[in-house]
């Protein structure tokens, strides 16, 4: 199992520009999430799916957009980029049977907007 | 509403030396309590995990934390810690009856092990 993979690891934008993060699970799990993280500011989330063609809002989702086509993708879209959103974004997927279960993150992709 | 506070952003600590990092909530609900560990360039890991019974939880890599009701804590010990535990810490929580499973962190601790 690959478990939680997301790509680019690296990426540099320009402000204005588009960009989609890649986020795939292999686990068969049915959440998904996106947060970004700031240095002293832990992991704030962004949006959370709870199963393919399902989609929800978190704590900071200006700027960003999702789709879940499938059970496996959770692709996270900035369509205008901002230097706010210079971060660190991980994907995560836990599986389903309660809020106890362990959220599975991905390596993170390093975005800088200048 | 949760919030979560670290109460320590950087920890520096000797080799083989114990270690308690701080970690304080609050919520209006009923809680589980996590600790995950992101070692540098990773993605974070699941340390150890509170649901119910025994306040006391034993975690991997020799780590243990203690849920306090009443202090509304759950900070993590390490009686002797090692050169490969340096990394980043966060505590984070979810209500109970929280369907998502979308957890509240906290800002992390970082632990720094010296020889």
């Known amino acids: 199992n690959a478990g939680v993979t997301q790509t680019p690891k690296f990426r540099i934008l320009k402000i204005g520009q588009s960009m989609t993060l890649q986020c795939t699970q292999d686990?068969?799990?049915?959440?998904m999430y996106w947060y970004r993280q700031d240095p002293g500011m832990g992991l704030k989330l962004i949006y959370y799916?709870?199963?393919?063609?399902?989609?929800d809002k978190g704590e900071v989702p200006n700027g960003y957009n999702v789709s879940r086509s499938t059970t496996e993708d959770f692709p996270l879209r900035l369509e205008l980029a901002a230097p706010s959103q210079t971060s660190v974004y991980f994907c995560?997927?836990?599986?389903?049977?309660?809020?106890?279960?362990?959220?599975?993150f991905g390596p993170g992709t390093r975005l800088t907007v200048l | 509403a949760q919030s979560v506070t670290q109460l320590d952003s950087q920890v520096p600590v000797f080799e083989e030396a114990p270690v308690e990092l701080r970690c304080n909530y609050s919520?209006?609900?009923?809680?589980?309590l996590f600790w995950y560990v992101q070692y540098p360039n990773q993605g974070l890991q699941l340390l150890l995990k509170?649901?119910?019974?025994?306040?006391l939880v034993k975690g991997i890599n020799g780590f243990e934390a203690e849920f306090n009701k009443s202090q509304t804590s759950f900070h993590l010990r390490k009686p002797s810690v090692h050169i490969s535990d340096t990394a980043e810490y966060f505590c984070?929580?979810?209500?109970?009856?929280?369907?998502?499973?979308?957890?509240?962190f906290g800002g992390g601790t970082r632990l720094m092990v010296k020889p």
């Open positions: 686990m068969n799990h049915n959440y």
């Open positions: 509170y649901l119910s019974g025994s306040t």
């Open positions: 919520s209006s609900v009923s809680v589980y």
């Open positions: 799916s709870v199963g393919a063609g399902i989609t």
């Open positions: 984070a929580v979810t209500p109970v009856n929280n369907a998502g499973n979308m957890l509240t």
């Open positions: 995560a997927s836990s599986g389903t049977g309660g809020p106890y279960n362990e959220q599975f």
